[in-house]
């Protein structure tokens, strides 16, 4: 599976649109980006994927760049909730195989 | 409700003494995985299995066994737990294809002294 780059913190406004960037620029033409989010110790929760095209779904938004080598999460209006580290991985083709999630970003929503 | 459920929650052990943490899910997936996840190291695959029968090991198994008899249940075996794996475990299950999202469970808590 390719490797992801995040960065390690990122701050946002209560209200305010959250945008998290990752890089997979060795990602290949059948990799899925799959984002989630662990808040605290619990399980990771699924956010959003996406393979070409943007994707939105009721949590959030997915833009893929058109070369696929960097995506961005927006989460519309980031709420104290929304606290967590965002964890960006790329996922190989139907064999599923080894998955490599990282270290992820740390979203801090403040008032 | 579709779910991974592990267990147990938190476990407290002493080294050498061989323990099981149980992961059933009842989703009917075909994928299913271990991780396991300490501070400043994000989640680490342990082992991983693609339908019944079949697993392989992740990036961090030395230590661990894992089985696969039927496809809901998952258990990750430590026959011999030393204090170096003290840390949260996540089991997550999945359809097994690239289009398919992770779900995890709501992790055990181990600690070996």
């Known amino acids: 599976d390719a490797k992801t780059t995040q960065p390690p913190s990122m701050d946002c406004a209560e209200g305010r649109a959250a945008n998290l960037p990752c890089n997979h620029s060795t990602i290949s033409g059948n990799e899925y980006v799959y984002w989630y989010r662990q808040i605290h110790s619990q399980g990771p929760q699924y956010i959003i994927h996406g393979l070409k095209n943007n994707e939105t779904n009721e949590m959030a938004s997915l833009i893929i760049t058109e070369d696929r080598k960097s995506s961005t999460l927006i989460l519309p209006h980031a709420t104290l909730r929304d606290t967590a580290v965002y964890y960006c991985i790329v996922r190989d083709t139907g064999t599923a195989s080894k998955l490599t999630f990282g270290t992820g970003t740390r979203l801090q929503v403040t008032l | 409700e579709a779910q991974v459920t592990q267990n147990p929650r938190y476990l407290i052990t002493v080294t050498g003494k061989k323990l099981t943490v149980t992961c059933s899910q009842n989703?009917?997936?075909?994928?299913m995985s271990w991780y396991r996840q300490d501070p400043g190291l994000g989640l680490r695959q342990i082992y991983y299995s693609m339908n019944v029968e079949v697993t392989d090991k992740g990036d961090v198994p030395e230590g661990y066994k894992v089985s696969r008899k039927e496809k809901r249940n998952f258990p990750l075996i430590l026959e011999s737990p030393s204090p170096n794996q003290t840390s949260l475990y996540f089991c997550a299950s999945s359809l097994g294809h690239r289009n398919s999202p992770l779900h995890f469970g709501n992790g055990t808590r181990l600690t070996v002294t």
């Open positions: 989703m009917n997936h075909e994928y």
